[in-house]
């Protein structure tokens, strides 16, 4: 039985290894596909009321404008929306009256909502952190996402309904952030709306409960 | 710009051919490249198991109110940085040095670094992670490798800012000009990472030629190293053999004198078994005399080889002559580290020069005794013959006759006197046969016994089926008597036993080496022992010297034993002595023995003078006394008498009387000698009988001192009687 020659063997080698490599990549880029994919599915969009509720015990701002964002206290993707978050205020100083509601469930221990993130949140000077107990301030405002932001003028009319981030997660330049700067720069007056990129905040059998 | 590295031209002849080069140059770079990529596939794996524990720290859950699930960047992490690492960490182990294994690893990275990113919400900080793993990317020294990188950079963003612009450039809508500029910077660090990569490669190369050149030069290196450690074996095998092997003893000491080493030579000529022997000895043994320290203090001052000879002992305490040659070595201070020297037995070589110095002594009293002997002899034969011719007259009143007794007696003993001179200057005429020298010991038993007197017992132990020798029996006599002689005086007053013995003896070359005179083969030896006093080795050592003696004056002449010594050595013999004080001393003559028949014939007494029958004889003597004398002897004996004074008129006489009948001539004579003379009759008649006389028989004679056949010979001084016989004996010889 003739013996295959090298050359023919290194060839058929060569062959199998490019192959590997292409199917190799082929897999990659279906991995990176999905993780992009699933990095920009944004999350359920808020029920926003247009103007500043009445009924809610939380009160606006001071300032011209009057910021309220939501936010999972464990939700990892929100680390970004709050950095973004302390860079508008970094940008506008003066402009934006904020505040950040961190979800606290009823019938958890007080330890539960002291993360990390809340404990950054607090440590951001001008930024007013309150605990949504149960998630009623959410609910008063519509938010299901965490990170979803609202932004209300000296008039309690919405002027921006969305998110900080432009993924999930994904920290620095976004739509959302540039549109608020403009606004407190007094650029702009027309209202925005963005997706928002977190977890949920309540649970789904919770958000289908909710008016 | 890297410059490439300053370094000094290698030399000409170690330069390698540039296919050499790239062949190496090629091999070093595939090693390189195979290590990298076992680096990267480790590397990849631990930034995979860091990319989970990130994953885990970082975002470990994803949360919808209270209910935490796993956060998909764990998932993402686990799974998607897997698939990024573990297949190009397969090809860097399984397929290490591959180009397509290069490219996967530098594309996992640059993935890798993408995931992270990711990870981390696209925090900036991250993105250096590209750009480290750029610079890794350059431990391929691979250029195209950069290319891979880039490609994925650049395709990463440009489809992420294509697909979703805002997870890129936070807008929804961009221009590609976004992602060029991304590009563009990690193109400005692939500008760079390239160029130190070409110059690393241009270095690499040079190394590799270095190497190339430092490998062949250390092969020659190697090949001189073996050479040199070859030949140094060689030499130090030489040494060793020349060490072992030479005849002369060869040492290394301490600066002290002490040995370090010796060979087997100075082993064998110390006397010592072993080296360990030798050093245990060394300080305690007596043998080793002071004088070396006086040699060792010379060796100190100077870098010459020294010599110098001692007396040393034996371990069997036998003296020993050595000859000792010496140098010193020093260190670098100066400081002497160590003695080479020789140490060489001349112990023969002194007995050599000492014999040699005896033989020269006695050779010197032999040209001064022949030179006596010949005119001495001539005035004693004067002095004797006339003395007889006055005696034999009846007329002589007896005052006169007890006169001329007396001169005729001191004629005898300064004739005597002159015979011993010659004698043990071995120019004695000797009148060899074949005897039995017990019946030479028998012959003169009654003569020796009365000889030494009635307190010395002689006892004659003759063995049988003794062999004959060849030799003058009259010296032999002469020689036995001597021995008895001294022997006798040894034991004087006291008395003793004096043995006379025989044998046949064989001297084998270990005695014959000693005694060169002598050659391996049977003899037969006469010794005579006594019980007397013994010699000291002092004594013993000029025993033989002529005029040596340790009697008081007036009672010895000291000619005794060197007449004994040049009689036997005249007749190819040799004689030792043995002694010990208080113990006695034994004389031992050996002589060569022969096959042939004894001789019964002893020398017979003389007996009465024959007369003549008128036949001519032609008497030649320039000596004008002598010839005198010699035809007045003649004429009395009966004989008519041509008279020449020397060969010549000789020759002339012998033509005018062709009657001659015997030819009776001096040896020595001016114009024409007494052999030549004879040589020249000899011509006209071959048969006709010659009688040589002379006082001197070397010069006579020649070095044996015997006459050719058909010949006679008569020492002067002679008498009448003496000459009768010698004449009769030519006259018989030539009748038969």
């Given at each position: 039985m003739?013996?295959?020659?090298h050359?023919?063997?290194?060839?058929?080698?060569?062959?199998?290894?490019?192959?590997?490599i292409?199917?190799?990549?082929?897999?990659?880029?279906?991995?990176?596909?999905?993780?992009?994919?699933y990095e920009?599915?944004p999350?359920?969009?808020?029920?926003?009321?247009?103007?500043?509720?009445?009924?809610?015990?939380?009160?606006?701002?001071?300032?011209?404008?009057?910021?309220?964002?939501?936010?999972?206290?464990?939700?990892?993707?929100?680390?970004?929306?709050l950095?973004?978050?302390?860079?508008l205020?970094?940008?506008a100083?003066?402009?934006?009256s904020?505040?950040?509601?961190?979800?606290d469930?009823?019938?958890?221990?007080?330890e539960?909502?002291?993360?990390?993130?809340?404990?950054?949140?607090?440590?951001?000077?001008?930024?007013?952190?309150?605990?949504?107990?149960?998630?009623?301030?959410?609910?008063e405002?519509?938010?299901?996402?965490?990170?979803?932001v609202?932004?209300?003028?000296?008039?309690?009319?919405q002027?921006?309904?969305?998110?900080?981030?432009?993924?999930?997660?994904h920290e620095?330049?976004?739509q959302?952030?540039?549109?608020?700067?403009?606004?407190?720069?007094?650029?702009?007056?027309?209202?925005l709306?963005?997706?928002?990129?977190?977890?949920?905040l309540?649970?789904?059998?919770?958000l289908?409960?909710?008016? | 710009?890297?410059?490439?590295?300053s370094?000094?031209?290698?030399?000409?002849?170690?330069?390698?051919?540039?296919?050499?080069?790239?062949?190496?140059?090629?091999?070093?770079?595939?090693q390189?490249?195979?290590?990298?990529?076992?680096?990267?596939?480790?590397?990849?794996?631990v930034?995979w198991?860091?990319?989970?524990?990130?994953?885990?720290?970082?975002?470990?859950?994803?949360?919808?109110?209270?209910?935490?699930?796993?956060?998909?960047?764990?998932?993402a992490?686990?799974?998607l940085?897997?698939?990024?690492?573990?297949?190009?960490?397969?090809?860097?182990?399984?397929?290490?040095?591959?180009?397509q294994?290069?490219?996967a690893?530098?594309?996992?990275?640059?993935?890798?670094?993408?995931?992270?990113?990711?990870?981390?919400?696209?925090?900036?900080?991250?993105?250096?992670?590209v750009?480290?793993s750029?610079?890794?990317?350059?431990?391929?020294?691979?250029i195209?490798?950069?290319?891979?990188?880039?490609?994925?950079?650049?395709?990463?963003?440009?489809?992420?800012?294509?697909?979703?612009?805002?997870?890129v450039?936070?807008?929804?809508?961009t221009t590609?000009?976004?992602s060029?500029?991304?590009?563009?910077?990690?193109?400005?660090e692939?500008t760079f990472?390239?160029?130190?990569?070409?110059?690393?490669l241009?270095?690499?190369?040079?190394?590799?030629?270095?190497?190339?050149?430092?490998?062949?030069?250390?092969?020659?290196k190697?090949?001189?190293?073996?050479?040199?450690?070859?030949?140094l074996?060689?030499?130090?095998?030489?040494?060793?053999?020349?060490?072992?092997?030479?005849?002369?003893?060869?040492?290394?000491a301490?600066?002290?004198?002490?040995?370090?080493a010796?060979n087997?030579?100075?082993?064998?000529?110390?006397?010592?078994?072993?080296?360990?022997?030798?050093r245990?000895?060394w300080?305690?043994?007596?043998g080793?005399?002071?004088?070396?320290?006086?040699?060792l203090?010379?060796?100190?001052?100077t870098?010459?080889?020294?010599?110098?000879?001692?007396?040393?002992r034996?371990?069997?305490?036998?003296?020993?002559?050595?000859r000792?040659?010496?140098?010193?070595?020093?260190?670098?201070?100066?400081?002497?580290?160590?003695?080479?020297?020789t140490?060489?037995?001349v112990?023969?070589?002194?007995?050599?020069?000492?014999?040699?110095?005896?033989?020269?002594?006695?050779?010197?009293?032999?040209?001064?005794?022949?030179g006596v002997?010949?005119?001495?002899?001539?005035?004693?034969?004067?002095?004797?013959?006339?003395t007889?011719?006055?005696?034999?007259?009846?007329?002589?009143?007896?005052?006169?006759?007890?006169?001329l007794?007396?001169?005729?007696?001191?004629?005898?003993?300064?004739?005597?006197?002159?015979?011993?001179?010659?004698?043990?200057?071995?120019?004695?005429?000797?009148?060899?046969?074949?005897?039995?020298?017990n019946?030479?010991?028998?012959?003169?038993?009654?003569m020796?016994?009365r000889?030494?007197?009635?307190?010395?017992?002689?006892?004659?132990?003759?063995?049988?089926?003794?062999?004959?020798?060849?030799?003058?029996?009259g010296?032999?006599?002469?020689?036995?008597?001597?021995?008895?002689?001294?022997?006798?005086?040894?034991?004087m007053?006291?008395g003793?036993?004096?043995?006379?013995?025989?044998?046949?003896?064989?001297?084998?070359?270990?005695?014959?080496?000693?005694?060169?005179?002598l050659?391996?083969?049977?003899?037969?030896?006469?010794?005579?022992?006594?019980?007397?006093?013994?010699?000291?080795?002092?004594?013993q050592?000029?025993?033989?010297?002529?005029?040596?003696?340790?009697?008081?004056?007036?009672?010895?002449?000291?000619?005794?034993?060197?007449?004994?010594?040049?009689?036997?050595k005249?007749?190819?013999?040799?004689?030792?002595?043995?002694s010990?004080?208080?113990?006695?001393t034994?004389?031992?003559?050996?002589?060569?023995?022969?096959?042939a028949?004894a001789?019964?014939?002893?020398?017979a007494?003389?007996?009465?003078?024959r007369?003549?029958?008128?036949?001519?004889?032609?008497?030649?003597?320039?000596?004008?006394?002598?010839?005198?004398?010699g035809?007045?002897?003649?004429t009395?004996?009966?004989?008519?008498?041509?008279?020449?004074?020397?060969?010549?008129?000789?020759l002339?006489?012998?033509?005018?009387?062709?009657?001659?009948?015997?030819?009776?001539?001096?040896?020595?004579m001016?114009?024409?000698?007494?052999?030549?003379?004879?040589?020249?009759?000899?011509?006209?008649?071959?048969?006709?009988?010659?009688?040589?006389?002379?006082?001197y028989?070397?010069?006579?004679?020649?070095?044996?001192?015997?006459?050719?056949?058909?010949?006679?010979f008569?020492?002067?001084?002679?008498?009448?009687?003496?000459?009768a016989?010698?004449?009769?004996?030519?006259?018989?010889e030539?009748?038969?």
């Amino acid at each position: 039985m003739p013996r295959p020659s090298h050359r023919s063997g290194t060839a058929r080698s060569g062959w199998r290894l490019g192959a590997g490599i292409a199917l190799w990549g082929g897999l990659l880029a279906c991995g990176f596909g999905a993780l992009v994919s699933y990095e920009m599915r944004p999350g359920s969009r808020a029920d926003a009321p247009l103007r500043w509720p009445r009924e809610s015990k939380l009160q606006a701002g001071p300032h011209r404008y009057s910021l309220v964002m939501f936010a999972h206290p464990k939700c990892p993707c929100s680390r970004a929306s709050l950095a973004n978050l302390e860079s508008l205020l970094v940008a506008a100083p003066g402009e934006i009256s904020m505040t950040i509601c961190f979800y606290d469930p009823a019938g958890e221990t007080s330890e539960w909502a002291e993360t990390r993130l809340v404990r950054t949140a607090r440590a951001i000077p001008g930024l007013k952190v309150v605990l949504d107990r149960d998630g009623q301030l959410a609910v008063e405002f519509g938010a299901k996402t965490s990170g979803q932001v609202l932004v209300f003028d000296r008039d309690g009319r919405q002027v921006f309904d969305g998110g900080l981030t432009s993924a999930r997660g994904h920290e620095g330049e976004d739509q959302g952030g540039r549109h608020l700067l403009a606004l407190a720069r007094g650029e702009t007056r027309s209202p925005l709306s963005t997706p928002v990129y977190g977890c949920a905040l309540r649970e789904k059998s919770a958000l289908a409960a909710q008016p | 710009m890297t410059k490439p590295i300053s370094v000094a031209p290698f030399p000409a002849d170690y330069v390698a051919d540039d296919a050499l080069i790239a062949r190496r140059f090629a091999g070093a770079l595939d090693q390189l490249r195979s290590r990298t990529n076992r680096f990267f596939a480790k590397l990849l794996v631990v930034q995979w198991l860091a990319t989970v524990a990130l994953a885990l720290i970082v975002s470990p859950k994803a949360w919808e109110g209270r209910i935490p699930t796993t956060h998909i960047h764990v998932w993402a992490a686990i799974f998607l940085g897997g698939a990024i690492s573990l297949y190009p960490a397969w090809l860097g182990w399984s397929r290490s040095g591959l180009t397509q294994t290069r490219h996967a690893q530098a594309a996992a990275q640059m993935l890798m670094s993408a995931l992270l990113i990711h990870l981390t919400g696209g925090r900036i900080e991250t993105h250096f992670h590209v750009f480290g793993s750029l610079a890794l990317l350059a431990l391929y020294r691979d250029i195209r490798v950069f290319a891979t990188a880039t490609l994925i950079v650049y395709v990463d963003h440009l489809a992420r800012g294509w697909f979703w612009p805002e997870s890129v450039y936070g807008v929804l809508t961009t221009t590609v000009w976004r992602s060029l500029e991304h590009a563009g910077w990690v193109l400005f660090e692939v500008t760079f990472l390239s160029m130190t990569v070409a110059a690393s490669l241009r270095e690499m190369r040079e190394l590799v030629a270095r190497q190339i050149g430092l490998e062949k030069l250390n092969r020659d290196k190697d090949q001189v190293v073996q050479t040199r450690t070859h030949e140094l074996a060689r030499s130090e095998e030489q040494f060793r053999a020349f060490f072992n092997d030479s005849p002369v003893g060869l040492y290394r000491a301490t600066p002290a004198g002490d040995f370090i080493a010796v060979n087997p030579a100075l082993l064998k000529i110390l006397g010592f078994p072993s080296f360990e022997a030798l050093r245990t000895a060394w300080h305690s043994a007596p043998g080793f005399d002071g004088g070396r320290a006086q040699f060792l203090a010379e060796l100190s001052v100077t870098d010459e080889v020294l010599r110098r000879d001692a007396v040393w002992r034996r371990q069997d305490d036998r003296p020993l002559h050595i000859r000792e040659t010496g140098r010193a070595f020093r260190d670098a201070t100066g400081k002497m580290e160590h003695i080479d020297g020789t140490i060489d037995d001349v112990t023969e070589h002194r007995q050599l020069e000492e014999r040699y110095l005896q033989s020269q002594k006695v050779q010197a009293i032999g040209q001064l005794a022949g030179g006596v002997a010949h005119d001495f002899n001539n005035i004693l034969t004067v002095i004797a013959g006339y003395t007889h011719l006055l005696l034999r007259d009846p007329k002589m009143t007896e005052p006169l006759r007890h006169g001329l007794d007396q001169i005729r007696i001191a004629g005898v003993r300064a004739s005597g006197l002159t015979g011993q001179l010659l004698a043990f200057s071995r120019k004695q005429h000797l009148q060899p046969r074949v005897i039995h020298l017990n019946a030479v010991a028998a012959e003169m038993d009654s003569m020796l016994q009365r000889l030494v007197g009635e307190n010395i017992r002689i006892r004659t132990v003759g063995v049988s089926g003794l062999a004959a020798v060849r030799a003058d029996p009259g010296q032999i006599q002469q020689v036995l008597m001597n021995l008895v002689v001294n022997a006798r005086d040894a034991m004087m007053p006291k008395g003793g036993l004096l043995t006379i013995e025989t044998a046949n003896v064989v001297l084998g070359p270990e005695y014959t080496r000693i005694h060169h005179d002598l050659t391996p083969g049977s003899y037969v030896m006469l010794a005579v022992s006594d019980t007397g006093v013994g010699m000291s080795p002092e004594v013993q050592a000029r025993l033989f010297e002529p005029f040596f003696t340790t009697k008081i004056p007036g009672q010895g002449t000291g000619l005794g034993l060197a007449t004994c010594h040049g009689i036997i050595k005249q007749s190819g013999g040799h004689i030792a002595a043995y002694s010990e004080v208080g113990h006695g001393t034994t004389f031992k003559v050996y002589l060569p023995a022969v096959d042939a028949e004894a001789s019964a014939e002893i020398p017979a007494p003389l007996q009465d003078e024959r007369r003549g029958a008128g036949e001519m004889i032609l008497l030649v003597e320039d000596d004008r006394t002598v010839r005198e004398l010699g035809c007045e002897l003649l004429t009395s004996l009966g004989y008519k008498v041509v008279l020449s004074a020397n060969g010549l008129e000789a020759l002339d006489r012998f033509k005018e009387y062709p009657q001659i009948s015997l030819v009776i001539t001096d040896t020595i004579m001016p114009h024409m000698g007494g052999r030549e003379l004879v040589s020249r009759i000899h011509e006209f008649a071959p048969r006709l009988p010659v009688l040589f006389t002379s006082g001197y028989t070397f010069d006579a004679l020649g070095e044996t001192g015997e006459v050719a056949p058909g010949c006679h010979f008569m020492a002067k001084p002679y008498d009448p009687a003496v000459m009768a016989r010698k004449i009769d004996d030519c006259f018989a010889e030539s009748r038969s």
